[in-house]
C-alpha cells in the first residue's frame, strides 16, 4: 500500500503538507515555548513611529500580521498542533467507538435493529452545529468574573461533546454495512459448518468492510474540521473564549485556527481581509490535503479489487 501510496504526488504534498505542519507546530512548543514572533512598531531614529501592525503580507511577514503585530504564518504554525492533532483524536475516538457499538448491534434481530435505527436517525438529519452550540455555549464562554475551570478541562468536554454527537449515526452506518455483509452466502455457509459469531465477525465481517473505515476515517476528519469551523464563526473557541470586556473582541487562548478565523471574523470586510484569509486558507489546504489522502487511498483499494479480480 505505501509503495502505491508514493507514487502518486498528490498523496506525497499532501501527507508532507500536514506533517510538516504538525512537527513544526510541536517543535515551536518544545524550542520556543509557544511563543509567536511580534513587532509592535517601527520608529524612526527620532523615535516617531513610522509603521504600526497590522503588516500587510510579504512585508513585515509573508502572511502579515495581525492587529497586534503577530506573525500570522507562525501563528498558524503553533495552532496546528491543535487544530490537526485535535481533530485526528476525536476521529479516532469517534471511528474506535462507534465500530465498538456496531459489532455488538449488526447482528441483532430486524425489529429491534430497526428500532435503534430509528431513535439514531435523526442525528444525521439535525446540525450537530447547532447542538453543540447549546450544550457547549456555558462551559467554553468566558463568565464576567473568567473562567473557574482550567483549560484541559473545557478542552476535554469540547473534545467528548463533539465524539458524541456522530457515534449515533456513524454507528448505524457503520453496522449497515456488517449486516450487509453479513447477509452473503459464504457467511451462511460459514454458519452452516459451526463458526462462532467471534470467528465470523473477525475473519469474514471485518475484511470486507475495513477498507471503508479507512475511507471514513479521511471524511471523518473533514467532517470535524468543518464543525470546530462553525463553532469559530459562532465565536465558540476550542478550550474556552476569552471574552475580557465589550470593547476587545473574543480572542482564542490556544491559537487553533477557528478560533483565529471566529475572533478576527470583522476584519474580512476591513482594509486588512489577509488577517482573517489567511487562516481560512490554511483550513481549506488541511481539508484538501486529507480529501487528496483519501482519494489516493480508495485508488488503492480499487486498484487491489481489480487485480484480484483479474486473478479469477
Known amino acids: 500500500m505505501l509503495v502505491f501510496l508514493l507514487k502518486r504526488k498528490r498523496f506525497i504534498f499532501s501527507a508532507l503538507f500536514l506533517i510538516i505542519l504538525f512537527t513544526g507546530s510541536i517543535l515551536n512548543s518544545v524550542f520556543n515555548d509557544g511563543q509567536i514572533r511580534q513587532v509592535r512598531f517601527h520608529a524612526d531614529e527620532k523615535g516617531n513611529i513610522v509603521d504600526r501592525p497590522p503588516y500587510a503580507p510579504f512585508t513585515e511577514y509573508v502572511f502579515g500580521s495581525d492587529p497586534f503585530g503577530y506573525d500570522l504564518g507562525h501563528m498558524m504554525v503553533e495552532g496546528a498542533k491543535w487544530t490537526i492533532g485535535i481533530t485526528i483524536t476525536i476521529v479516532i475516538l469517534r471511528m474506535l467507538l462507534s465500530i465498538i457499538l456496531a ?39 468566558m463568565p464576567l468574573d473568567g473562567f473557574h475551570t482550567p483549560f484541559w478541562l473545557r478542552a476535554s468536554f469540547q473534545v467528548f461533546i463533539i465524539v458524541a454527537l456522530a457515534i449515533p449515526s456513524l454507528t448505524i452506518h457503520i453496522s449497515g454495512e456488517m449486516r450487509h455483509v453479513e447477509k452473503e452466502d459464504f457467511i451462511e ?66 491559537y487553533e485556527w477557528s478560533g483565529v478565523i471566529g475572533g478576527d471574523i470583522s476584519y474580512l470586510y476591513s482594509l486588512q481581509p489577509w488577517i482573517v484569509l489567511v487562516p481560512i486558507g490554511f483550513f481549506i489546504v488541511t481539508a484538501i490535503s486529507v480529501a487528496l489522502i483519501n482519494q489516493s487511498v480508495k485508488a488503492y483499494f480499487k486498484n487491489k479489487t481489480m487485480i484480484r479480480l483479474n486473478k479469477r
Open 103 to 141: 459489532s455488538f448491534i449488526y447482528s441483532l434481530n430486524n425489529r429491534i435493529y430497526n428500532g435503534l435505527k430509528t431513535i439514531f436517525e435523526p442525528f444525521s438529519v439535525v446540525p450537530q452545529t447547532i447542538i453543540a452550540y447549546f450544550i457547549l455555549f456555558s462551559v467554553l464562554w
Open 189 to 254: 455457509v460459514s454458519k452452516t459448518l459451526g463458526s462462532s459469531k467471534r470467528y465470523i465477525f473477525f475473519k469474514h465481517i471485518i475484511p470486507h468492510v475495513y477498507e471503508k473505515w479507512i475511507i471514513s476515517f479521511g471524511q471523518q476528519f473533514i467532517q470535524t474540521l468543518q464543525l470546530l469551523a462553525h463553532l469559530g464563526f459562532m465565536k465558540l473557541f476550542f478550550g474556552g473564549t476569552h471574552y475580557p470586556d465589550d470593547d476587545t473582541p473574543p480572542r482564542t487562548i490556544s
